[in-house]
Structure formats: C-alpha cells, structure tokens
C-alpha cells in the first residue's frame, strides 16, 4: 500500500489563492448578515440605510439576470412562432391544393353541363333515346374510324343505331359488345351519310375522308354551288339518321367536291346519345270517297 501523499491541499498556490477567497467570502458574509441582525434590533434607521445599499448593489445583477431570462423567453416565443408559422403553411398550401382541385372538378362539370344543354337542344323531343354514354376512345390515325361507347347490349345499345353527340352527328354502331359498343364514325373514309343544306333544302351525299373531314357531292346538276359557311343536317332518306341532325359545315370548293368539317369533332368526343332507327311517317292512306268521286 502506497503511503499517503505529504502534500497538503494548499501546496499549489491558486488552490490556496481560492481556499482563502471563500473564507474571505463567508467571514464578510457571516458578518454582514450580524450586522443586518444588530441593526434590525438596535438601530432601525441603520438598518434601512444597510438594505438600501444592499438593493443599490445587487439591482444591476437583478436586471441583468431578467433581461437574460426575457430574452431566453422571447427566443423561446420565436422558435414557438416560427414553427407554428410552418405548420401553419404547410396547413394553407394543402388548403390551397384542395381548393383548386375542387376549382378543376367545377370546371369539368360546367364544361359538362354545357355539353349536356346543347345535346338536350339537338334531341328531338318525339325521340325517347335507348342509351345516353361517354365516348371512351377514337381511332385517329387509319383512315377508318372507330369510337368505343361505354354502352352495350346489355343497356339496349345494337347494331346500326345512330349515335348523336352535344354538337351533331357522330356515327352509328357496327358492333356490340355486354357493356361496350363500337361505333363508326360518319369522318371514316366508308362512311357516306344522306343530307340537305339546312338553307335551302339541296340534297348531298356526305363522304367521309378518314382525315377527320367530309366531301359534300350534290345530287343533283342544278343544285346550286355550295358555299364555305353553309351548314348541312341530315335529310332522313336512308331510315337510319332522323332529319335535322347538324352534320358538317363546308370549308370550300374543290376538285372532287366541297371540303366539310364534321360538326361532331372527332378529337372533342366526350359523350353522346343511341336513338333508335328513324322511321319515316307512312303517307295517309287515300280517302276512299274522293277515289269514288274521281272515278
């Protein structure tokens, strides 16, 4: 066993230095507070002046501490704001984002709704439709041109149906499926649809091009030229399209024919109505009085 150490705590000279300072401290203290006590009950107005000194010298390490304290708490406050602050925009942004989602979807029901109106116009109101449906997709780059309609055989949807969209004519179905149908559209390069100048009443063939346009041919050599503007409606001949269904509007004038637009733009099929067959009136039957009176 290692004997004990001869040096005293005291032997370096800073130990010793601040062993002294502190019996200093609390020999001042200890005799400060006598005198607090002496003077308390001896002598009241020593007293006094005593804790006014007191006061005097401990006020700025009172204002120093405070202000330490207000600052550590306004710093605290800060950090407190700033992360509220965060959250607070984290919360405004997601806010924002679904507000403007709700913005598009009112948007596409407005557009809907519009579309809707005008296919509510182009109805007749003698025609009850068998299925109204959204057109899921089209054909565009073949000269033959399909859609697909998200309606089939099970919603009453068959064969050589027409087919009418918010704008005019779009085509009639060629195939049928339980949910689904296809339907050919009257731009198809083999499509040919009977039709009339909604001004005059001239009849026309409209061809399809398989480009998305149509080439009006007139019936008949005396027609008058047609001209860019004019608009041109089924004319019911055929049994499948009832008249008045606007068809295309001529663009101009060329070798082969009038160059159309289709009313029904391929690239904006959403949606559209399955009417069934347009039928045309029997003519009245003869009044067997006036064959007698003929006679």
Do not use: C, W
């Not at 182009?122 to 041109?145: H, K, M, Q, W």
């Not at 100048?197 to 009006?216: N, W, Y």
């Amino acid at each position: 066993m290692a004997p004990p150490s001869p040096r005293r705590p005291g032997f370096s000279r800073r130990a010793q230095y601040g062993i002294f300072a502190s019996y200093v401290i609390a020999v001042v203290g200890a005799a400060f507070a006598l005198l607090l006590v002496l003077t308390a009950r001896f002598d009241p107005q020593g007293h006094a002046v005593l804790q006014s000194l007191a006061a005097d010298v401990t006020s700025p390490i009172s204002s120093a501490g405070r202000a330490l304290v207000n600052g550590t708490g306004s710093v605290g406050k800060s950090v407190g704001a700033y992360i509220n602050a965060a959250s607070k925009n984290e919360a405004m942004t997601k806010e924002l984002a679904a507000a403007r989602r709700k913005l598009v979807q009112a948007d596409v029901l407005a557009v809907e709704n519009r579309r809707l109106r005008q296919m509510l116009g182009i109805r007749s109101p003698d025609i009850r439709p068998v299925a109204i449906a959204s057109l899921v997709n089209s054909t565009g780059a073949s000269s033959r041109r399909y859609a697909t309609l998200s309606a089939g055989a099970g919603d009453g949807v068959a064969n050589g149906l027409p087919v009418i969209g918010p704008e005019g004519l779009v085509g009639r179905i060629v195939a049928t499926g339980r949910l689904s149908a296809r339907v050919l559209l009257i731009v198809d390069g083999g499509n040919v649809t009977p039709v009339k100048r909604s001004s005059d009443g001239a009849p026309a063939l409209a061809i399809g091009t398989g480009e998305g346009h149509l080439i009006l041919r007139p019936l008949s050599s005396g027609t008058p030229a047609f001209k860019p503007g004019d608009i041109f409606v089924t004319s019911g001949s055929g049994g499948i399209y009832r008249p008045g269904i606007p068809v295309a509007r001529a663009i101009n004038h060329g070798r082969e024919g009038t160059l159309a637009r289709a009313m029904a733009d391929p690239t904006r099929l959403d949606f559209a109505a399955v009417e069934p067959v347009y039928q045309a009136p029997a003519p009245p039957a003869p009044n067997q009085y006036d064959d007698a009176k003929n006679k």
